[in-house]
């Protein structure tokens, strides 16, 4: 008697529940469902001081130093993360490998997964050599269920793979569809912050970057991380498409082995080749870092309509140097024109622009672009080669990788040490195409 009741309510309406629910039977509010005190229902909620706190400035190593890097130095206590990526790309592996480190280190984890079984799960901890008996599971394909497993363990962390397979039964429609995603992340976004919990989540994107329905889900979670590469090879990217408690852009670099994910230099691994035509070397940036990175291109005889297509590269500023380069008097007309980059990698930086306009022109003229030569700058419609940031960081990606022909944006600094040859007009870097042809050449002779 006189005791207090731990009940479930609405924070918004304050219909109590006996049971966990993403979604509110009362009000229909999505994640307002919380603990609180029995008593008179729409209770006011629990006022707070502004009495400073550290959480934010505490970090959790994941135990892969690439992956604390693009936190911004490692994960900060109930953040709620989205790890976004292609399927196949090794989303559920990293997880797992997050998972395995950090309750090595003494944080319980709680895997839910939704897309695997327990013995599917289990049998890839093995394979990548993880203790499975030290690790928590619970099917993940039932909102309330997971949330009261991790309401009753109280994980540091609860790693969902994926968001698109977890659904709230009462909310009705089919699981992955964008309300069902949308909800069941605010709900977990409402269990994070209030019972201070981490979690990370999985999420599928389609190749053209779109989170399958959910791309709206971006704005709820404190971070973004998308997961990159070719899924043919095994070199995958890290980034941060958004992060609250760190710099974005940070980048780290992965190697899907027998045994998971690897942390790599992938300095080694793109290191462009030399001399073919239909080649040319970009220095894009990642994060802070410069690479240098062979891109690739082949121009063939087309009927019908012209083809563009690419891989590694973004295909709307792939169409766009095209168009530029043959209003500029390259003419590709109806060639179906491939663009690729060395290695696996993915550049979507525009100032790689000018190495694939480079690229294009060597495979038209079958000449090889200078000897050890790179080009940066960005392109725009009128083909005038603007500035790129970070100048410093990609050309020291070109010394390191013994570049010393650098074609670059005019009035570029720090060019010291290389044999620069300042660009105005994209046709400017590209006069050792020689007698620039004026339609596709045929067969070779
Ligand atoms: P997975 O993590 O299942 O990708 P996602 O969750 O993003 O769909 O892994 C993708 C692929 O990686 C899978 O086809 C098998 C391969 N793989 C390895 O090559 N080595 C390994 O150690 C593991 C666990 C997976
Ligand atoms: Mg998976």
Redesign the pocket.
């Known amino acids: 008697m006189g005791k207090v009741r731990t009940v479930l309510s609405c924070r918004d309406c304050g219909q109590q529940l006996a049971r966990w629910a993403g979604r509110c039977p009362g009000c229909g509010a999505w994640g307002t469902i919380e603990e609180g005190r029995g008593g008179l229902a729409a209770s006011a909620p629990a006022l707070e001081t502004l009495a400073h706190d550290d959480a934010d400035e505490r970090r959790i190593s994941t135990g892969l130093p690439g992956v604390d890097r693009v936190l911004g130095g490692g994960l900060v206590p109930s953040t709620v993360a989205l790890l976004a990526?292609e399927?196949?790309?090794?989303?559920?592996?990293?997880l797992l490998q997050m998972v395995a480190n950090l309750s090595a280190a003494g944080l319980p984890c709680l895997f839910a997964s939704g897309e695997e079984s327990r013995r599917q799960v289990s049998a890839?901890a093995h394979?990548?050599g993880i203790e499975g008996s030290s690790l928590s599971f619970v099917t993940g394909r039932e909102l309330p269920a997971v949330v009261e497993a991790a309401r009753a363990m109280r994980p540091f962390l609860l790693a969902v793979d994926s968001i698109q397979s977890l659904r709230e039964p009462s909310a009705g429609q089919v699981p992955g569809g964008p309300s069902q995603v949308r909800g069941c992340a605010d709900a977990l976004v409402g269990f994070a912050k209030s019972e201070g919990v981490s979690v990370v989540m999985?999420g599928h994107v389609t190749k053209d970057g779109d989170l399958a329905g959910p791309r709206a889900l971006e704005h709820a979670v404190d971070v973004v991380l998308a997961f990159d590469g070719d899924p043919r090879s095994g070199l995958r990217m890290l980034s941060a498409g958004k992060n609250r408690f760190g710099a974005e852009g940070e980048v780290a670099w992965f190697e899907?082995?027998?045994?998971?994910l690897r942390e790599i230099d992938p300095a080694h691994l793109l290191l462009p080749g030399g001399g073919e035509p239909g080649a040319a070397t970009a220095l894009p940036l990642a994060g802070r870092r410069g690479l240098a990175v062979e891109v690739q291109a082949l121009v063939a005889g087309g009927e019908g309509t012209a083809r563009r297509q690419v891989s590694g590269l973004d295909l709307r500023r792939f169409q766009l140097v095209g168009a530029v380069l043959d209003s500029a008097g390259l003419r590709l007309g109806r060639a179906d024109v491939f663009g690729a980059v060395a290695g696996g990698a993915r550049l979507d930086d525009p100032a790689c622009d000018l190495a694939v306009a480079a690229a294009v022109a060597s495979a038209v003229a079958r000449v090889p672009a200078p000897t050890a030569s790179a080009f940066v700058g960005e392109i725009g419609l009128t083909g005038v080669v603007r500035p790129a940031p970070g100048m410093g960081a990609r050309l020291s990606a070109a010394r390191a990788a013994g570049l010393h022909t650098v074609f670059v944006p005019e009035g570029a600094q720090g060019l010291e040490g290389f044999r620069p040859v300042p660009v105005r007009h994209v046709m400017q870097a590209l006069t050792w195409a020689a007698a620039r042809p004026t339609s596709v050449p045929g067969p070779p002779p």
């Open positions: 990526g399927p196949g790309i090794g989303k559920s592996t990293l890839r394979r990548l999985t899907m082995s027998g045994a998971g």
